[in-house]
DNA sequence: TTGTAAGCGTTATCAA
DNA sequence: TTGATAACGCTTACAA
C-alpha cells in the first residue's frame, strides 16, 4: 500500500518536493505551468495528503478540541452545533470528548489535548481541580476558551453566561407572583461551577427577601437519571411542601411535570415549575414551560471565532471575556401560589 | 518552549530512546531498576508524550472518526454517547463532523479522514454518492461501519435499522386502528437511504391494502426546521385530509401537533400523530407520542466495538452487517379515525 | 520562481 | 534487557 507522497510526486513532475508543498498552499508561488503539471501528476497518482506528517513537520495540530459535559444534553449539543458553523469555512477537524460530570474523565480528555498538540480547546466548562492543566495547555501554546460560564481565574477566556443572574431573574420571577416556598433541583454540585453559581443564586434571592434557606428543598441530581421521581418524592414529603420548583434544566422540569401528573397534582395550579436552558420542545409542553432561554449555540460559535483569531503569543494578551445575555421566557408552567402561605395541599 | 523529548529523557535517564519508548508501551520489557529511574526522569521534566510523532511513525492515527447528520438531533447525540461508552476503555480520540444532509460536506469530512489515515470511520448512513470514497477508505485500510441502515453494498460493515419494516410496522398499526388515510411528513428524500427505505414502507403497505399511492399526502422536510407549520397548511388545505400522520421524528411530530392544536385540531381524536426515534421526552408530551423506538446509543456502541475489534485485513474477511430491533411503542397519540371513511372535518 | 537540506519526535528492526 | 539507526512524509529557512 506504499502511499504516493511529496517527493513522489516531486520527481514525477520534474520538481522538488518544496514546490510540491508550494502547490499545496501557496499556489500563488508557483508558476502557472509548474502548478498544472504538479497537479495533474496528483490527480494521476491519486496522491492523498497526508495531514499527520503536516502537522507532525509544523509541531501543531491543525485540529481543535472540545469538551462537553455530554451530547446528550441538548443545551450542549446546540453549543456543538455553533463550534462547527464557525469552524466551517477552514473546516479544522473537531475532536470532540465528553467528561459525564466526572473531572477525571476531564483531566485525561485535557491530557490528551495536550499530548495532540492541538490548535486549542473549547470547554464547556470545567471543573476547578483541573485548573493547574488548563494553564499547562495555556503555557505549552494551546489555548483555551470557557464556554457556559465566566472563569474565577481571570486569566481564562470564556464565552460564557451569568448563571447567577440567570437563576436570580427566575427567583425574581416566582417571587413577583407570590411564591415563597421555592425549591430547586440542580446539577451535580461538586464538580461544576455553574451549579455552584446557581445555588448560591438561589441562596441570595432568598436572603434579599428574608426567607430563610432551607436545605431540604435543594436537590442536587446525577448527570444522567431524569430526577423527578426522586426529587418529587422528597419534596411533597416535606412537611410543608414547596409551592414552586426551580429546573437546573428543562429535561429535569419535565420529568417533574409528568411524575406530578401522576400524582394529581396540577401544573401550574398547585405547584409552578420554572425550567433551564430552554429546549426546543419546551414551547409545546404542556404546559409550556417557562425557562431560561439560554444562547448555547452563539457560545459555541462566538467561542470557536476567539479561538480562530487569536494570535500566537495570545499567553501575552489580556484574555477575551464575554458574558451573554439569557432571556426568561415566560409560558404557562408557573402561576401564583394557590394562597400566599405555603403549600397548596398536604400529600 | 522547546519540549522535553524522548531522546532527552533517554539522555538525562542514560539509556537509549528505544529503552524510553518501550516504558512507554511495553513495560514488562524493561528491568524495573531501568523504568523506574525513566519515568522518574519524566516526571521530573514534565514530560509530555507526543501522539502526532507517534501516530505519525506508526502511519496510522489513534484516533477514530464519527461522521453525523448533525449533533442537534437527539438520535445522532444518542449514537455518539454510545460510541463514547465503547471508546471508554481504550479511550480513542475522536474526530466527530457533520454533513448537515449536505453530501459534498460528508464527502469533504471522508476526504479528512483520508488525510488523516485515521484508525476507522462511524458513519450514520451516507449518501449513495460518496459510496466510492468510502471504498477507497477501505482500500487504503481505514474501516467504515455504517450505523442507522443496512447499505445496499453488501461489502460494507453495519450495525444498522430495519427501517423499513420499522415504518410497515407503524402504518400497520394505524390500519389496525381503522386509518386509511394516512400522510407522510419524512426527511430529506435525496440525500437519505434511510428516507428512501421509509417512503418504500409507506408505499408497499398502502399497495398491501390496495390503497393507491396519493403523493399529496407525503412532504419531505428540510433536515432544519420544525416543519409542523408547514406540513399542517398543506395537509388541512386537501380535499380530503388525513385521519393520521407518521412523522420521519419525533421532532416533527411535536411541531406538527403543536400547530394541529392551535387551529383547534384534537390529537388524537380529530388527527392520529405517530414519530420515529422515541425522543426521551416523548412519553411526557400530551398526549404521550406513539413512535418507534429506535435503539440509537446500542448502534454507536456496537458500531464502535465492531471498529475496535476489526484485524488489520478486515478487508479479507466477509463484512459483518447486523441490524438492531426497534420497538413500536403505543401511548395515546393515536386513536381510531371518527369514521371510516376520511376526514373527520373540513378546514 | 525554484531547489537544497535540515529538521520534527516517535517507532521499529536488528543486532548485541 | 538494551542500543544504534533508519525510516515516516511533510514544512521551512535559506540559497540560488
Same mark, same amino acid.
Given at each position: 500500500?506504499?502511499?504516493i507522497t511529496?517527493?513522489?510526486v516531486? =520527481?514525477?513532475?520534474?520538481?522538488s518536493?518544496?514546490?510540491?508543498?508550494?502547490?499545496? #498552499?501557496?499556489?500563488?508561488?508557483?508558476r !502557472?505551468?509548474?502548478? $498544472? =503539471?504538479v497537479?495533474?501528476? +496528483?490527480r494521476?497518482?491519486?496522491?492523498?495528503?497526508?495531514i +499527520?506528517a503536516?502537522?507532525?513537520?509544523?509541531?501543531?495540530?491543525?485540529?481543535?478540541?472540545?469538551?462537553?459535559?455530554?451530547?446528550?444534553?441538548?443545551? %450542549?449539543?446546540?453549543?456543538?452545533?455553533?463550534? $462547527?458553523?464557525?469552524?466551517?469555512?477552514?473546516?479544522?477537524?473537531?475532536?470532540?470528548?465528553?467528561t459525564?460530570?466526572?473531572?477525571?474523565l !476531564?483531566r485525561?480528555?485535557?491530557?490528551?489535548?495536550?499530548? #495532540?498538540?492541538l490548535?486549542?480547546?473549547?470547554?464547556?466548562?470545567?471543573?476547578?481541580?483541573?485548573?493547574?492543566l488548563?494553564?499547562?495547555?495555556?503555557?505549552?501554546?494551546?489555548a483555551?476558551?470557557?464556554?457556559?460560564? =465566566?472563569?474565577?481565574? *481571570?486569566l481564562? #477566556?470564556?464565552?460564557?453566561?451569568?448563571?447567577?443572574?440567570s437563576?436570580?431573574n427566575?427567583l425574581?420571577?416566582?417571587f413577583?407572583?407570590g #411564591?415563597?416556598r421555592?425549591?430547586?433541583?440542580?446539577?451535580?454540585? !461538586?464538580?461544576?461551577?455553574?451549579?455552584?453559581?446557581?445555588? $448560591?443564586?438561589?441562596?441570595?434571592?432568598?436572603?434579599?427577601?428574608g426567607i430563610p434557606?432551607?436545605?431540604?428543598?435543594?436537590?442536587? =441530581?446525577?448527570p444522567f437519571?431524569?430526577?423527578?421521581?426522586?426529587?418529587?418524592?422528597?419534596?411533597l414529603?416535606l412537611?410543608?411542601?414547596p409551592?414552586a420548583? &426551580?429546573?437546573?434544566?428543562?429535561l429535569t422540569?419535565?420529568?417533574? /411535570?409528568?411524575?406530578?401528573?401522576?400524582?394529581g397534582?396540577?401544573?401550574?395550579?398547585?405547584?409552578? /415549575?420554572?425550567?433551564f436552558?430552554d429546549? !426546543?420542545?419546551?414551547a409545546?409542553?404542556? *404546559? *409550556?414551560?417557562?425557562?431560561?432561554?439560554?444562547?448555547?449555540?452563539?457560545m459555541?460559535?462566538?467561542?470557536?471565532? %476567539?479561538?480562530?483569531e487569536?494570535?500566537?503569543?495570545f499567553?501575552?494578551?489580556?484574555?477575551?471575556?464575554?458574558?451573554?445575555?439569557?432571556?426568561?421566557?415566560?409560558r404557562?408552567?408557573?402561576?401564583? *401560589?394557590?394562597?400566599?402561605?405555603?403549600?397548596p &395541599? $398536604?400529600?
Amino acid at each position: 500500500m506504499s502511499s504516493i507522497t511529496v517527493q513522489k510526486v516531486a =520527481k514525477l513532475a520534474g520538481v522538488s518536493a518544496a514546490t510540491v508543498s508550494r502547490c499545496l #498552499h501557496s499556489p500563488h508561488l508557483v508558476r !502557472e505551468a509548474t502548478l $498544472q =503539471k504538479v497537479r495533474q501528476v +496528483m490527480r494521476e497518482n491519486n496522491y492523498i495528503y497526508n495531514i +499527520m506528517a503536516a502537522d507532525f513537520s509544523r509541531r501543531r495540530s491543525s485540529a481543535v478540541g472540545v469538551i462537553i459535559p455530554t451530547p446528550a444534553a441538548s443545551a %450542549f449539543a446546540q453549543t456543538l452545533v455553533g463550534i $462547527q458553523e464557525a469552524t466551517f469555512e477552514r473546516n479544522a477537524p473537531l475532536f470532540v470528548g465528553s467528561t459525564h460530570y466526572r473531572p477525571e474523565l !476531564e483531566r485525561g480528555l485535557l491530557r490528551q489535548c495536550l499530548e #495532540h498538540r492541538l490548535g486549542g480547546v473549547l470547554m464547556a466548562g470545567f471543573d476547578p481541580s483541573n485548573a493547574d492543566l488548563v494553564r499547562e495547555l495555556q503555557a505549552n501554546g494551546i489555548a483555551c476558551v470557557i464556554l457556559w460560564e =465566566k472563569p474565577d481565574d *481571570p486569566l481564562l #477566556h470564556c464565552v460564557g453566561i451569568d448563571n447567577y443572574q440567570s437563576v436570580r431573574n427566575a427567583l425574581d420571577y416566582l417571587f413577583s407572583i407570590g #411564591h415563597r416556598r421555592i425549591a430547586a433541583v440542580l446539577g451535580p454540585l !461538586e464538580t461544576s461551577n455553574r451549579t455552584r453559581h446557581r445555588l $448560591q443564586a438561589y441562596r441570595d434571592a432568598l436572603e434579599s427577601r428574608g426567607i430563610p434557606y432551607d436545605p431540604e428543598l435543594v436537590l442536587f =441530581k446525577g448527570p444522567f437519571l431524569l430526577p423527578g421521581k426522586e426529587a418529587v418524592t422528597r419534596l411533597l414529603s416535606l412537611r410543608e411542601a414547596p409551592t414552586a420548583i &426551580f429546573a437546573g434544566s428543562d429535561l429535569t422540569a419535565v420529568s417533574i /411535570i409528568s411524575e406530578l401528573k401522576g400524582r394529581g397534582v396540577r401544573v401550574p395550579e398547585d405547584i409552578s /415549575i420554572c425550567g433551564f436552558d430552554d429546549n !426546543e420542545v419546551s414551547a409545546y409542553l404542556t *404546559p *409550556p414551560l417557562t425557562s431560561v432561554r439560554v444562547p448555547s449555540a452563539k457560545m459555541g460559535r462566538l467561542g470557536m471565532s %476567539f479561538l480562530l483569531e487569536l494570535p500566537a503569543d495570545f499567553d501575552r494578551l489580556p484574555p477575551r471575556r464575554l458574558l451573554l445575555d439569557t432571556e426568561f421566557v415566560i409560558r404557562r408552567s408557573c402561576a401564583p *401560589p394557590v394562597d400566599g402561605t405555603g403549600a397548596p &395541599f $398536604q400529600s
